[in-house]
């Protein structure tokens, strides 16, 4: 189940990021001969609207937009293709210098590089726009219908029905070796002997926890189900007191459901949305920079098989954890794909920009070269995070 809920959403932000190219494409009366749902091969021709072949394709994980010319070889192809249909015709030469003094045949359809650097970077931007444009939708939609909010709250209001929920785990504690996850609410803690506490919060927890003997019990309700866990607490030195204390390694907080009027909702949803936006580029730019300090922490990093069980984990949560784990997503997409590396959007803006700034074209061979170097580099870190995803679960 998880598998297909990670499917539709990974198929639901492509599709939102191939729509944004294609409209604004569109707008710029560039051609488009296929919008692709899923990636090749083919499996089915939907038909022609406006003048795009429409397709679905046999592997469901997301899907293209094929704009004519945007990969620079189809340019020269053109071309060539102009110069042995009419030999009379304006020259090569005239085709590649001033590309926007002259209009292909119409049965040809417009090329990227005849419309203004302007229009070439729209295009490209287009997809992350709208992948940050619906990450607010989500956002917003989840603050109408109810997000997990903490108590002590930037909203100033009340939340519903709150509940001490295990907010993070310390990689390798006891807590996350004996099963516990983000989200699961802590209904009861209490000793083997039978001692219980009687009032749940994050720092009455703690210090039941440390001054516990032997091994505590924790009643968590995880997506509706109840499950006990039997954990034995480590003793560590605090810093930076340098108290010696009980700990379990998690991080709690009272959590309960906010639900917003339709304005306030759209308004913290777009509050939401760039904040998060800042602390991705932030977190994304710690992580190339430590690549270079050769200190690179990839620990953390999630593949397709961790992100299945972390959509797995927010479906089992509740649908409006659903809808904001599936607007992170769309907003890492959305910063990811501006990185200047060829093969993403960012590497071809980097491409338009170069040659906005030379007022020369960028060799296609060398384009084309980069590109295939750059997308076999992204294949490569993609197996390398599968494979620890694996090593994960076993």
């Given at each position: 189940?998880?598998?297909i809920i990670f499917v539709i959403v990974l198929g639901v932000l492509?599709?939102?990021?191939?729509?944004?190219?294609?409209?604004?494409?569109?707008?710029?009366?560039?051609?488009?001969?296929?919008?692709?749902?899923?990636?090749?091969?083919?499996?089915?021709?939907?038909?022609?609207?406006?003048?795009?072949?429409?397709?679905?394709?046999?592997?469901?994980?997301?899907?293209?937009?094929?704009?004519?010319?945007?990969?620079?070889?189809?340019?020269?192809?053109?071309?060539?293709?102009?110069?042995?249909?009419?030999?009379?015709?304006?020259?090569?030469?005239?085709?590649?210098?001033?590309?926007q003094e002259h209009s292909l045949p119409q049965e040809i359809g417009?090329?990227?590089?005849?419309?203004?650097?302007?229009?070439?970077?729209?295009?490209?931007?287009?997809?992350?726009?709208?992948?940050?444009?619906?990450?607010?939708?989500?956002?917003?939609?989840?603050?109408?219908?109810?997000?997990?909010?903490?108590?002590?709250?930037?909203?100033?209001?009340?939340?519903?029905?709150?509940?001490?929920?295990?907010?993070?785990?310390?990689?390798?504690?006891?807590?996350?070796?004996?099963?516990?996850?983000?989200?699961?609410?802590?209904?009861?803690?209490?000793?083997?002997?039978?001692?219980?506490?009687?009032?749940?919060?994050?720092?009455?927890?703690?210090?039941?926890?440390?001054?516990?003997?032997?091994?505590?019990?924790?009643?968590?309700?995880?997506?509706?189900?109840?499950?006990?866990?039997?954990?034995?607490?480590?003793?560590?030195?605090?810093?930076?007191?340098?108290?010696?204390?009980?700990?379990?390694?998690?991080?709690?907080?009272?959590?309960?459901?906010?639900?917003?009027?339709?304005?306030?909702?759209?308004?913290?949803?777009?509050?939401?949305?760039?904040?998060?936006?800042?602390?991705?580029?932030?977190?994304?730019?710690?992580?190339?920079?430590?690549?270079?300090?050769?200190?690179?922490?990839?620990?953390?990093?999630?593949?397709?098989?961790?992100?299945?069980?972390?959509?797995?984990?927010?479906?089992?949560?509740?649908?409006?954890?659903?809808?904001?784990?599936?607007?992170?997503?769309?907003?890492?997409?959305?910063?990811?794909?501006?990185?200047?590396?060829?093969?993403?959007?960012?590497?071809?803006?980097?491409?338009?920009?170069?040659?906005?700034?030379?007022?020369?074209?960028?060799?296609?061979?060398?384009?084309?070269?980069?590109?295939?170097?750059?997308?076999?580099?992204?294949?490569?870190?993609?197996?390398?995070?599968?494979?620890?995803?694996?090593?994960?679960?076993?």
């Open positions: 189940m998880a598998f492509v599709f939102v990021h191939e729509l944004g190219h294609f409209l604004v494409a569109k707008k710029a009366g560039v051609r488009v001969e296929e919008f692709g749902f899923g990636y090749p091969p083919r499996a089915l021709k939907l038909g022609t609207k406006w003048g795009t072949l429409f397709s679905l394709n046999w592997i469901p994980f997301g899907g293209f937009v094929k704009i004519f010319g945007e990969n620079y070889e189809e340019e020269t192809t053109l071309n060539k293709s102009l110069r042995s249909k009419d030999a009379t015709h304006t020259s090569l030469q005239d085709y590649s210098e001033s590309p417009k090329n990227f590089t005849q419309v203004s650097k302007k229009w070439q970077a729209s295009i490209l931007t287009a997809g992350v726009v709208f992948n940050i444009i619906f990450a607010w939708l989500l956002f917003s939609l989840g603050f109408m219908i109810g997000l997990p909010t903490s108590v002590e709250n930037d909203f100033g209001a009340v939340v519903k029905n709150p509940s001490l929920t295990v907010t993070a785990l310390v990689s390798d504690y006891p807590a996350q070796k004996s099963g516990l996850k983000t989200g699961d609410k802590i209904k009861s803690i209490s000793l083997e002997n039978g001692t219980t506490l009687s009032e749940l919060s994050p720092e009455s927890t703690s210090n039941f926890i440390n001054k516990s003997s032997g091994q505590i019990i924790l009643e968590i309700d995880r997506g509706g189900k109840n499950f006990n866990f039997k954990i034995t607490p480590k003793t560590e030195e605090t810093n930076p007191s340098k108290e010696v204390r009980k700990i379990i390694g998690i991080n709690m907080d009272m959590i309960g459901t906010l639900s917003l009027p339709v304005h306030q909702a759209f308004y913290q949803g777009g509050k939401t949305t760039l904040r998060l936006s800042y602390l991705t580029v932030m977190g994304l730019g710690d992580l190339v920079g430590n690549v270079f300090k050769g200190k690179a922490d990839i620990s953390g990093v999630a593949g397709p098989v961790g992100i299945i069980g972390l959509v797995g984990d927010a479906s089992r949560l509740g649908f409006a954890y659903l809808l904001t784990f599936t607007a992170l997503i769309s907003i890492n997409l959305a910063i990811i794909n501006l990185v200047p590396f060829p093969a993403l959007d960012g590497g071809r803006i980097l491409f338009v920009a170069i040659e906005g700034i030379t007022r020369k074209k960028i060799n296609a061979k060398v384009a084309g070269v980069l590109n295939n170097v750059g997308f076999a580099l992204l294949i490569i870190v993609m197996l390398i995070v599968t494979y620890r995803d694996i090593l994960r679960l076993f």
